[in-house]
């Protein structure tokens, strides 16, 4: 009897152990090319600007206050979802993926003007345009080196 008590132990055991082992998620994953942190769909937005509002120029491309000046408005108006420096928050995506820094200035203003109101993207035309294109200048700065003289994230 208590042969058969440990032998029903033993197999109590393992049976549980395969139970555990089917339930750790890396039996179910494979564990390369962890699932995106957001759908690449997001960006599909600045993809759907209208080709004039696209073509616009930045008027403040060549200010050099801009930077400076979008990123005081960026950590007042949009940090709160999108993160410090635009990193991405629990609310909304990076603005560092390369799907909003290769888009067009004009497609990046066409989207604070008419947001994505259905995905949770805020409408920014209550900001004056030029406040609208320093935010498009400090977002474009994120991808790489600032130009001399000009600081990509305001000081404190
Ligand atoms: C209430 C939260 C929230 C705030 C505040 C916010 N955003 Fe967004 N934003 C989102 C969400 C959510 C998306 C993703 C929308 C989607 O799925 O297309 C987004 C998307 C974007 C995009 C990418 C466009 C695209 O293709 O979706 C840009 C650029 C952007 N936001 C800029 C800004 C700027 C600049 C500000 C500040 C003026 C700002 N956002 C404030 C939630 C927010």
Not at 51 to 60: G, I, S, T, Y
Not at 112 to 133: A, D, F, H, Y
Not at 144 to 149: D, K, L, T, V, Y
């Amino acid at each position: 009897m208590k042969a058969f008590a440990a032998a029903l132990a033993v197999c109590t055991l393992s049976f549980a152990a395969v139970v555990v082992l089917a339930q750790s998620p890396n039996s179910e994953k494979p564990p390369t090319a962890p699932a995106p942190k957001y759908d690449p769909a997001i960006y599909a937005e600045l993809q759907k600007a209208p080709e004039k509002a696209r073509n616009r120029a930045n008027p403040l491309q060549n200010d050099p206050e801009a930077v400076a000046a979008g990123g005081i408005l960026f950590e007042q108006h949009c940090a709160e979802c999108h993160g410090d420096a635009a990193r991405g928050g629990k609310k909304a995506p990076s603005l560092r993926a390369v799907e909003v820094q290769d888009a067009a200035p004009g497609a990046i203003f066409w989207i604070l003007t008419n947001g994505v109101v259905r995905k949770g993207m805020p409408v920014w035309s209550k900001l004056p345009e030029p406040q609208r294109w320093q935010l498009v200048r400090y977002i474009k700065s994120l991808s790489g080196p600032a130009p001399a003289g000009e600081s990509p994230v305001p000081k404190p």
